[in-house]
């Protein structure tokens, strides 16, 4: 499996039609949750991802500081198969990206509130109470680096 990172417009026409599907198939369809998934944030975005011969495996984008004002964040992370370790793969490899790209101290994460043992393994500690995003509970979650 290999980690590709690349800006938007390094994406091919492929890879972004993955990202997409992958994105719509999980986050929309699967859990059942309408929300504006194209948000002008990819145009900005590093985006990083895992791909084998099957396709884009697992995914997620970080959102430089210049966006949001604040630290960088770590958004839309998803795997394609759950509990095999992959989710952590693209994890990891979206830290040590902020890290060389944006060379920030801190990440920021909006995760949803089944997923804070996942994120807590990796270093996140929780710092917001439980907030809906999207009719979905979230939390805030911060990883000092």
Do not use: S
């Not at 719509?24 to 309408?34: A, L, S, Y």
């Not at 793969?89 to 890290?99: H, M």
């Not at 997923?115 to 911060?142: C, N, S, W």
Request: proline share 2%; hydrophobic share 40%; with cysteine.
């Amino acid at each position: 499996m290999e980690i590709i990172i690349k800006r938007f417009d390094e994406l091919t026409v492929y890879e972004l039609y993955e990202i997409m599907k992958l994105r719509v198939d999980v986050f929309i369809v699967e859990q059942n949750c309408p929300y504006a998934d194209l948000d002008g944030v990819d145009l900005t975005a590093l985006h990083v991802f895992l791909k084998d011969d099957d396709g884009i495996e697992a995914y997620l984008r970080i959102i430089p500081n210049k966006i949001t004002g604040e630290c960088v964040w770590i958004g839309r992370v998803i795997a394609r198969k759950r509990r095999c370790g992959i989710g952590t793969q693209v994890l990891d490899a979206g830290i040590e990206a902020a890290k060389k790209y944006f060379h920030t101290n801190e990440i920021r994460i909006n995760a949803q509130v089944y997923a804070r043992k996942f994120y807590e393994r990796v270093g996140f500690v929780q710092t917001t109470d439980e907030f809906l995003e999207d009719d979905i509970p979230h939390i805030g979650m911060t990883l000092k680096l």
